[in-house]
C-alpha cells in the first residue's frame, strides 16, 4: 500500500519572522510513518516543521503553512491507497502578511484572520477517494466531537486524543471505524503507530 501522511504544526506567518502555530511536536506522523515502512509499506510523509529525524526510505516533502500543505495533500491524493491526516493543521491564518518585520510599539495591535481550507473535509468530498483516517484532539466532550467529524467529513477511522498527548511520547487514544465502535488504547505512539497501520490495512483488503 501506498501511504500518504501529514505531520507537524503549520506555519502561519505574520511577518517575515513571527508566526501562529500550535504545540504538536510530529511524533504520531513520524511513528506511523515509520510503522508503515517497517510493514512494507510506500510511504509519502508531508511535513511541517519539526525538530524530528526523518524516517528512511520515506518520500518527504517539507511545507510550512497550511495552504502548502493541502496543495500537496491536493497534488498526491489520487496517488495513495490511505490519507492519515495526522498534522496539526492551522485553523485559522492572516489575512495580511507584512513583508517586513513589524516593529513593536505601544499601540494595541489587531491581527484579522480568516479560515484555512479544512482538508480532511475536502479529501471526504472527493467522489473517489482513499482511505481516510483523521485524528481529532478535544479537551471537552471528546468522542462525541470526534465521532461528529468523523461522519461528517466522511472518514473511515478516527483517533481521538486529548491536549496531553502534545508533545508527549506516550499517548491514550480511541478509535472508531465504520462500525461506531471505539477501541481504547494506551501506549508508546510508536505501539498506537503500529496499531492504525495494522487496522487500516486490514480494513483496504476487505474492502
Given at each position: 500500500m501506498h501511504?500518504?501522511?501529514?505531520?507537524?504544526?503549520?506555519r502561519e506567518y505574520l511577518d517575515p519572522v513571527r508566526f501562529l502555530s500550535n504545540a504538536s511536536s510530529g511524533k504520531m506522523g513520524y511513528a506511523l510513518a515509520r510503522a508503515a515502512l517497517r510493514m512494507g509499506h510506500e510511504v509519502t510523509l508531508i511535513t511541517a516543521p519539526?525538530?524530528?529525524r526523518p524516517p528512511k526510505r520515506a518520500r518527504l516533502i517539507p511545507v510550512v503553512s497550511a495552504a502548502d500543505m493541502f496543495r500537496e495533500v491536493r497534488n498526491h491524493?489520487?496517488?495513495?491507497?490511505c490519507l492519515i491526516m495526522a498534522a496539526a493543521v492551522a485553523d485559522y491564518t492572516p489575512v495580511k502578511v507584512s513583508q517586513t518585520k513589524i516593529k513593536k510599539s505601544r499601540r494595541i495591535m489587531a491581527i484579522r484572520l480568516t479560515s484555512t481550507t479544512d482538508?480532511?473535509?475536502?479529501?471526504g468530498r472527493q467522489k473517489r477517494h482513499p482511505f481516510l483516517v483523521g485524528f481529532a484532539l478535544e479537551d471537552k466532550h471528546l468522542l462525541a466531537r470526534a465521532q461528529e467529524k468523523r461522519i461528517n467529513k466522511n472518514l473511515d477511522l478516527i483517533v481521538a486524543n486529548?491536549?496531553?498527548?502534545?508533545?508527549?511520547?506516550d499517548s491514550i487514544v480511541?478509535?472508531?471505524?465504520?462500525?461506531?465502535?471505539w477501541d481504547l488504547m494506551r501506549a508508546s505512539k510508536e505501539a498506537i503507530a503500529r496499531s492504525i497501520?495494522?487496522?487500516?490495512?486490514?480494513?483496504?483488503?476487505s474492502l
Open positions: 501511504f500518504l501522511i501529514t505531520a507537524g504544526g503549520t519539526t525538530y524530528l491524493l489520487k496517488t495513495c491507497d482538508i480532511l473535509a475536502w479529501a486529548t491536549t496531553a498527548a502534545l508533545q508527549a511520547d480511541w478509535i472508531q471505524g465504520a462500525d461506531g465502535n497501520i495494522r487496522r487500516v490495512t486490514q480494513s483496504v483488503r
